[in-house]
């Protein structure tokens, strides 16, 4: 079974779709962080990292339902799964927010956004592929 899961060769194409899509999703991304910094400056607490992964796993189960059905071409699922969504989402961030969260002292807090962002991540990507698989 992992033999099947090995990475493909990408043709320079499809690298340059990668890349396109690593930079819109990096932008995205920090347009976010930038519009909701008010909100964690006020709470305290991650959110803009959380509702980023959330999303990004609900468009990844998305993403992912379409190419397997053929909806999507291979080029648009590497640009957009593996470049948006790839740069978009992230675990270091995560962790260094997790980081902070527990250097601070607040191990609920820490507890609860590891669980909210893998919670809510595996939830949101299924409900993505539940959505894929009925358009």
Same mark, same amino acid.
Request: proline residues 0%.
């Given at each position: 079974m992992l033999a099947a899961m090995s990475p493909m060769p990408m043709s320079p194409s499809l690298w340059l779709w990668v890349a396109l899509g690593g930079a819109v999703g990096a932008l995205c991304r920090q347009g976010?962080?930038?519009a909701l910094a008010p909100l964690v400056v %006020?709470? @305290?607490f991650p959110?803009?990292?959380l509702l980023i992964n959330v999303l990004g796993?609900? *468009?990844l189960g998305?993403?992912?339902a379409l190419a397997g059905r053929g909806v999507w071409p291979e080029a648009a699922r590497l640009g957009f799964g593996t470049g948006v969504l790839g740069a978009f989402t992230t675990f270091s961030t995560f962790s260094a927010d997790l980081d902070?969260?527990? %250097?601070? @002292?607040?191990?609920?807090?820490a507890l609860a956004y590891a669980g909210l962002?893998?919670? *809510?991540?595996?939830?949101?990507?299924?409900?993505?592929?539940?959505l894929g698989g009925r358009l």
């Open positions: 976010l962080v930038l %006020r709470t @305290g959110v803009t990292v796993s609900f *468009l998305l993403t992912l902070a969260l527990i %250097r601070r @002292g607040e191990g609920g807090a962002n893998v919670g *809510l991540g595996l939830g949101a990507a299924v409900c993505g592929r539940l």
